[in-house]
C-alpha cells in the first residue's frame, strides 16, 4: 500500500468534463489491460500475462460491448451510478450545494459532486478543499460578497466567439464578473502561506482577464442596467444632444398646437401621443380641415384623427433620422466591447477565469461543508493487493457519523448559489418548497452546534478494518445499525473521491480510506428492483449479484483492484440453508474481485467464514446489543459475530407477550431439533411433547368453536332465506294491486272525458271526429266502430271521385323490449316488455312473467 501525496498543478477543464459525464450517462472507456468476459463465452484468467495480443483483446472488448447492449445488461458505470444514488448521494451533494455562494458553484454540482476519475484527481480536490478550510480558518476564508457580482457568462463568451454582438445586459455580466475574478485572486494571493498553493494554482486562471476590460466596460455601458451611455464615444454624445434639442422644440410646437385646437373645441383636451413613430395631436374628425397636416391614424370609433402638424413633419423626420444615427453608433459601441472581451484568444481568458470561479465556489462550499459537519480530511491512499487481500488496512474511519442523519441535528442548511440568484437554475427553488419538511424535520429533534454534541443523536461507529481484511461480515440484531453501517461506508468512500473532508477521527486519530474507482451496491428493499419478466424479488436480486460479480471482473487490471462491493443480506428471500450457502458462495467470489467487500447478514455460514479460517481475510464485525434494555447500541464490534435477537427486539418494540412467547418456544425446538440432526442427544425432548399435546387440544377445541358457529349461521341464512321469499310475494302482490287500481283509475276519467265531448255534438260526422281524437296514439276504429290498434300510415283520404273517404294503408304498430304497454288480459295493467316473438309479446310485471298476443297490447296514453 502507497500513500498517494498531493502534489501537481490542477487546471478547472477536468472538473467540467467530469460533470458532464455524470450528467449525460456517457460511459468512461476501459483501459486495454481490463479483464474482459470474451463473446466466445470463456472467463480470461486473471493471471494472464500482458504478452497477449492486444489487438485481439480490445476486439473481444469491443463484441462484449455490442453484445451487452443489444441485450441491455449495464455496464459497471450503470451500476456504479445506481450504487450512488442507494447511498444517497444526490441527497449529500446538496448539502454542499447549499454553501455554494453563486450559480456557477450550483452548476458545477448539478446533479451531483463531481468525482475524481483517477487517484491524482481526487487528491487534488482533497488538496484543494482543505487550502479552502485554512483559508477560511486562519485567513478569515472566503466572505460570500468577494464573488459579488459573479455570472455564469459563458453562454455570452461562445456567442461573441460566433460573431455575435453583446447587449449591453450581458456586457455589464462581463464587467461584474472580471471585476469578481479581480478580488477573488487578490483574497487568495493576499496571506503569504503555502498552504493555500493549491487554491493559488486553480485560481491561476483569473490573471488572464485584461485589466482594463472592466474599467473601459463601465465607462461605455451603465451598470446595472446595461444601457450605453453619453460619453462611450463623442458621436454618441453629440446625436444624442441633436435629439434631445430636436425633441424639446417639436413638444413645444405640438404642445403650442394642441392648447389652440382645445380653445377651439377642435380637440377634446391639449394632449400629444405618438403614431407611427411620430408625435402628433389628437383631434376631433369633424376638424381634422382646421389644421394643415399630415393623419396618421384615427380611433376605433372614427370621432378621432391624429394629425400630425405640417411645421412638425421636418421636426419628426430629423428624431427619426437622428435615431437611426444613434442606433448605428450603439451598435458600433458594442460591438468594439463585444471585440475586446473575445480578444486574441477567442474568448478564452476569461472562459477560463469564469470556470475557475466555478471551481473557487465549489472548493469554499466544500471547506464550509466540512466546517459545519465537524468532518476532517482522511488520507486517500492507492492499494495494490494481490488475490484481493489488502497488505493492511486501507480503510480506517475511527468514530464516523453518517452525514445525512447529521443534518437534522445540526443547525439548518444555508441557501446556496446567492450571487446571481437572477439567472434560471434548474432546480433551484426546492429547497424553499421543502420548507415545510424541514421545519418538521426540527422539531422531530434538537439541533446542536457541533458534530461533537449530537454524539448522543447520532451514536459514532468505529469502521476500522483490520489489516489483511478484504471481507467483513457484519452481524446483528435488525435496527441495530447495520445497513446505516454500509451506507456511511459508501458515503465515505465517495466523499474522499469528490474531495470531501469525512466525519470521522477526532481526538487526533487519523482517517484512512482507499481510493476507489467503483462502489458497487446491493442494499435490499432500499432499491428499486428490475422485476420485468416475471422475475421475482430474489431472482431479481440473484441477476443484480451476478451484474456485480461481472464487473468486478471487468474493473480489475494488473492485480489492482479498485472496487468496494456493498452488499445488504445477501441470499435473503429463500430456503434459509440454500440462501446461506448461496451468500457465503457470492462472498467469496466477491472478496476475490475486489478491493473489499462488507456485507450484512443473519446466516450462521456467513459468520463462520472467518471463525473457520477457512476464508482467508474475512473478518466479522458485530452490531451491538444491549439484552438489559432490549435495544441496540448502534456501536460495531470487531472480531464477534452477533445474534439477531429478533425475538427480543419484537418484545421490546411492543409485540403482543403471547406472540413472543410462541416465537421463543418455536425457536428453542428449532435449535434442539438442529442439535438432534448433528448427534447431540442431550436435551429432553418433553417438553415438546407436552407442547405439541397442548397445541391439539387447542385446535380441537378451536375446530369444535368453528364448527358451532357454522351451524349458527346456516340456521340464520335460512331464515333470512324464507323471510326474503315471503316479503317478496308481498310486494308482488301489492304492486299488481296498484296496478289494477291505477289502470281503472284511467278508464274512469277517460270515460268520463269522453262522454262529455260526446254529449256536446248533434250530427254524426261530429261524433265520428270526436272519437277519433278521443283515440290514443296506436288506435283507430274499424268499419264497424270498433277501437282497434292501427297500421301505421293507415288514416282516411279523400276519394278522387268526390264519394266519401277510404282507409289509407299503414303499417301495423308494435312495441319494442323494453317498452311499458298496457295489456288487456292484465285488466289494463301497465307492464315491461321483455320479447316479441311475431304475433306473440312476452310482457313482465314486477315478478310475474307471461305471454299475449301482440294485438292485446297498446301503448299507455291517458284517455
Known amino acids: 500500500m502507497t500513500a498517494f501525496a498531493v502534489t501537481g498543478a490542477a487546471h478547472v477543464s477536468w472538473m467540467l468534463r467530469i460533470s458532464s459525464n455524470a450528467a449525460s450517462g456517457r460511459r468512461v472507456s476501459r483501459p486495454a489491460t481490463s479483464f474482459r468476459r470474451g463473446t466466445g463465452g470463456r472467463n480470461r484468467s486473471l493471471g494472464a500475462t500482458l504478452t497477449d495480443d492486444v489487438s485481439r483483446r480490445e476486439q473481444l472488448e469491443a463484441e462484449d460491448d ?18 450512488r444514488d442507494l447511498l444517497q448521494w444526490p ?46 480558518d486562519v485567513h478569515g476564508g472566503f466572505p460570500r460578497d468577494v464573488f459579488e457580482g459573479t455570472k455564469d457568462v459563458r453562454p455570452w463568451i461562445a ?107 377642435f380637440a377634446e383636451r391639449a394632449q400629444i401621443v405618438i403614431r407611427l413613430g411620430r408625435e402628433c395631436i389628437p383631434i376631433k374628425a369633424g376638424a381634422q380641415s382646421e389644421m394643415d397636416g399630415v393623419v396618421l391614424d384615427s380611433s376605433s370609433t372614427g370621432q378621432t384623427v391624429f394629425k400630425e402638424p405640417a411645421e412638425a413633419v421636418p421636426l419628426n423626420n430629423r428624431i427619426l433620422e437622428l435615431a437611426t444615427e444613434e442606433d448605428a453608433e450603439v451598435e458600433r459601441v458594442l460591438s468594439a466591447l463585444t471585440a475586446m472581451v473575445v480578444g486574441d484568444d477567442g474568448g478564452a481568458s476569461i472562459l477560463n477565469a469564469t470556470e475557475a470561479m466555478a471551481a473557487l465556489d465549489l472548493a469554499s462550499a466544500r471547506a464550509s461543508h466540512a466546517m459545519w459537519l465537524g468532518a476532517r480530511p482522511a488520507e486517500l491512499v492507492v492499494v495494490s493487493s494481490e488475490s484481493g487481500v489488502c497488505l493492511e488496512s486501507a480503510v480506517r474511519l475511527p468514530g464516523m457519523q453518517h452525514p445525512l442523519l447529521l443534518e437534522r441535528h445540526l443547525p439548518k442548511l444555508p441557501r446556496g448559489g446567492k450571487v446571481g440568484e437572477e439567472e434560471t437554475v434548474r432546480g433551484f427553488d426546492e429547497r424553499e418548497e421543502d420548507g415545510e419538511e424541514e421545519e418538521e424535520e426540527e422539531e422531530e429533534g434538537a439541533r446542536f452546534q457541533s458534530r461533537a454534541d449530537a454524539r448522543e443523536a447520532v451514536v459514532p461507529v468505529d469502521f476500522v478494518v483490520p489489516p489483511s481484511t478484504s471481507l467483513v461480515a457484519i452481524t446483528g440484531p435488525n435496527t441495530g445499525g447495520k445497513t446505516a453501517s454500509l451506507k456511511a461506508l459508501g458515503l465515505a468512500l465517495l466523499m474522499a473521491r469528490a474531495g ?14 482507499p481510493w476507489t474507482r467503483r462502489v458497487l451496491a446491493d442494499l435490499g428493499d432500499a ?27 471487468d474493473e480489475t487490471c494488473d492485480g489492482t483492484r479498485s472496487v468496494v462491493v456493498l452488499l445488504d443480506e445477501p441470499g435473503g428471500g429463500t430456503d434459509p440453508a440454500e440462501g446461506a450457502a448461496l451468500a457465503a ?7 476475490t474481485r475486489s478491493l473489499l467487500t462488507v456485507a450484512t447478514s443473519h446466516y450462521e455460514e456467513v459468520k463462520a467464514l472467518a471463525e473457520s479460517g477457512s476464508c482467508p481475510g474475512a473478518a466479522n464485525a458485530a452490531v451491538e446489543f444491549d439484552a438489559e434494555t432490549l435495544r441496540p447500541t448502534y456501536r460495531l464490534l470487531w472480531g464477534e459475530f452477533g445474534q439477531s435477537n429478533a425475538i427480543s427486539i419484537a418484545a421490546g418494540l411492543g409485540l403482543a407477550p403471547e406472540l413472543v412467547e410462541a416465537a421463543e418456544k418455536r425457536w428453542r425446538r428449532a435449535q434442539r431439533a438442529a442439535a438432534a440432526a448433528t448427534g447431540d442427544t442431550s436435551f429432553d425432548d418433553a417438553d415438546d411433547i407436552q407442547e405439541l399435546a ?13 364448527a358451532g358457529e357454522a351451524s349458527l349461521a346456516l340456521d340464520r341464512a335460512e331464515d333470512l332465506h324464507a323471510e326474503v321469499v315471503e316479503r317478496g310475494a308481498r310486494l308482488l302482490d301489492l304492486r299488481t294491486r296498484l296496478a289494477m287500481e291505477a289502470a281503472e283509475t284511467r278508464a274512469k276519467e277517460g270515460m268520463e272525458e269522453a262522454l262529455e265531448l260526446i254529449n256536446l255534438v248533434d250530427e254524426r260526422e261530429e261524433l265520428d271526429e270526436v272519437v277519433r281524437g278521443l283515440m290514443p296514439p296506436g288506435w283507430t276504429l274499424d268499419e264497424r266502430g270498433d277501437a282497434v290498434p292501427a297500421d301505421e300510415g293507415e288514416g282516411t283520404e279523400d276519394d278522387p271521385d268526390g264519394g266519401p273517404g277510404r282507409l289509407r294503408s299503414r303499417r301495423r304498430w308494435t312495441p319494442t323490449v323494453g317498452e311499458t304497454v298496457v295489456v288487456r288480459q292484465l285488466g289494463g295493467a301497465e307492464a315491461e316488455v321483455v320479447e316479441i316473438d311475431g304475433a306473440d309479446v312476452t310482457v313482465r310485471l314486477g315478478g310475474l312473467v307471461t305471454r299475449t298476443p301482440l294485438a292485446g297490447v297498446s301503448p299507455t296514453s291517458k284517455f
Open 694 to 706: 397442548d397445541a391439539l387440544e387447542r385446535e380441537r377445541e378451536t375446530q369444535e368453536r368453528r
Open 527 to 553: 432499491q428499486s428492483l428490475d422485476l420485468d419478466g416475471g422475475l421475482s424479488t430474489f431472482s431479481a436480486h440473484l441477476v443484480r449479484l451476478r451484474r456485480i460479480l461481472r464487473a468486478c471482473e
Open 500 to 513: 470531501l473532508h469525512i466525519p470521522a477521527g477526532g481526538d487526533g486519530e487519523p482517517s484512512r480510506v
Open 91 to 136: 441527497e449529500l451533494s446538496a448539502q454542499v450545494r447549499a454553501f455554494t455562494a453563486t450559480t456557477l458553484g450550483v452548476r458545477a454540482c448539478t446533479p451531483t459532486l463531481p468525482l475524481g476519475a483517477t487517484p491524482e484527481e481526487s487528491a487534488t480536490l482533497l488538496a484543494e478543499t482543505t487550502a479552502a478550510a485554512t483559508l477560511r
Open 159 to 265: 456567442g461573441a466567439a460566433r460573431g455575435r454582438v453583446l447587449s449591453g445586459s450581458s456586457l455589464a455580466d462581463v464587467a461584474t464578473t472580471a471585476a469578481a475574478c479581480a478580488k477573488v485572486h487578490a483574497l487568495i494571493h493576499a496571506p503569504n502561506d503555502e498552504a493555500l498553493e493549491p487554491l493559488r494554482r486553480l485560481a491561476a486562471p483569473l490573471v488572464g482577464v485584461p485589466e482594463t476590460l472592466e474599467r473601459e466596460i463601465r465607462r461605455c455601458v451603465m451598470i446595472p442596467g446595461g444601457n450605453v451611455l453619453d460619453d462611450a464615444s463623442d458621436t454618441l454624445a453629440a446625436i444624442r444632444a441633436e435629439r434631445r434639442e430636436t425633441e424639446r422644440e417639436l413638444r413645444a410646437l405640438l404642445q403650442q398646437k394642441a392648447q389652440h385646437m382645445q380653445k377651439k373645441n
Open 585 to 591: 458462495a457470492v462472498l467469496r467470489a466477491a472478496q
Open 66 to 83: 455490442e453484445t451487452r447492449e443489444e441485450e441491455g445488461e449495464p455496464t459497471a458505470e450503470d451500476l456504479d451510478a445506481e450504487a
